[in-house]
């Protein structure tokens, strides 16, 4: 079973970090939900979140993705955690998947990921990286870092992950149980 590491900072964006966590969980992922400090997380829009541990707890456990939620706020506090860049850089390196949705592939790019790849995010997040190449996409995926735009592609983007993970199969079988209408559907011709 793959193992995912989902820090959470204050700001988060709770649509990207909810959508993910349970969608990951539904696939019998073990996902890991770390907070940078103690007790609980405020995210965006006033929605409290209860993390699983510290990061710091876990900074030396061995996870197959380190997946990043967006949201601006949240996005600067992963950035200037200079743990989240150590462990980035150390997870690539040794590897692993990394994966971002909204303002926090700006974290990968602080982290010197991004260099020479195809990317997207939230509008304005990555006018200033230079070397990528932006792509207006739901869902970027290149070599072992995937990207997304935000909120609206949330869905998209874990069942991304889960494919990436588990293999399509998982991830459509995930998709089935949601009820998403045809049009929406990733996986309508699996």
């Known amino acids: 079973m793959a193992c995912v590491l989902v820090p959470l900072a204050e700001g988060c964006e709770e649509l990207e970090a909810v959508t993910v966590i349970d969608l990951l969980r539904r696939a019998g ?11 609980p997380v405020t995210a965006s829009r006033g929605v409290v979140l209860e993390a699983d541990t510290t990061l710091a707890s876990v900074l030396a456990d061995d996870f197959d993705m380190i997946v990043l939620p967006g949201g601006g706020e949240g996005a600067k506090r992963l950035t200037a955690d200079e743990r989240v860049r150590d462990l980035l850089a150390r997870h690539a390196e040794s590897g692993g998947w990394t ?3 909204c303002a926090a ?33 739901p869902v970027v995926t290149d070599d072992r870092v995937v990207t997304s ?9 874990a069942l991304a992950l889960i494919e990436h993970l588990e293999g399509t199969a998982t991830a459509a079988g995930v998709e089935a149980k949601l009820q998403r209408p045809a049009a929406h559907q990733r996986y309508a011709d699996t």
């Open 149 to 157: 735009r935000g909120p609206g592609t949330a869905m998209d983007f």
């Open 29 to 39: 992922i073990e996902v890991t939900v770390a907070a940078l400090a103690d007790g």
């Open 99 to 101: 994966a971002a949705i």
């Open 105 to 137: 592939p700006s974290v990968l790019a602080g982290a010197g990921l991004l260099a020479g790849r195809q990317v997207t995010s939230f509008p304005g997040w990555l006018d200033e990286v230079a070397d990528i190449t932006y792509l207006e996409e």
